[in-house]
C-alpha cells in the first residue's frame, strides 16, 4: 500500500515536470490552433490523474514481480537508454535492428526470429520514417569524416 503512494507521488513530480516543461516549447507565429504544446500538456495531465488515483486509492494489497521480470524490465530499459545514445554516431538501421532483436528476445527466445525481426524493423521503420514521413534519418555511420573545408586565403599560399 505504501510502495503505491510512493509511485504515485513520484509519478506526481515527474507528470508535473513534463507539463512545466511542454509549457517552456517555443511556438512560431504560424503554428496550428492548437500549437505544439497541447499533446505534451495533455499527456501529463493524463499522467497526473493516474497518479492521484494512486495516491487517493492504492492497492490493498500489492504484488511484486517476480526477480526475474526485474531483471528483464531492467535489461529493456538498458538497452533503451544506449539506442538512444548510439543514434546520432551509428546511424539508424544498425541500432534500431540491435534494439529491437535484444527486445524481441526477450518477447519470445528464439535467435534467429529476434535477428530477423529486428532487422525487418529496422529497415522497415526506416523507409517508413524517411520516405512516408519525409524525417531527415541517417542510415549508417558515416566511415569516414568528409574533408575539411579550405579557405580561399588558404588555397595560393606557400609555407
Known sequence: MASDRIFGLVALFAALAYI???TQIQTSFLADPVGPKA???LIGSVASLCALV???RPDPDPEW???RTLLALFVAVVVLVAYAYSLKPFGFIIPTAITAAVLSYQISSRVV???LSGAG???GLFLL???ALGLGLVPLPHMSEPPAAVA???IGAED
Open 54 to 56: 494512486m495516491i487517493v
Open 39 to 41: 499533446f505534451p500538456i
Open 20 to 22: 512545466a516543461s511542454a
Open 113 to 115: 526470429a529476434a535477428a
Open 65 to 67: 514481480p517476480a526477480t
Open 129 to 131: 520514417f524517411k520516405y
Open 121 to 123: 524493423l529496422s529497415v
Open 152 to 154: 580561399p586565403a588558404e
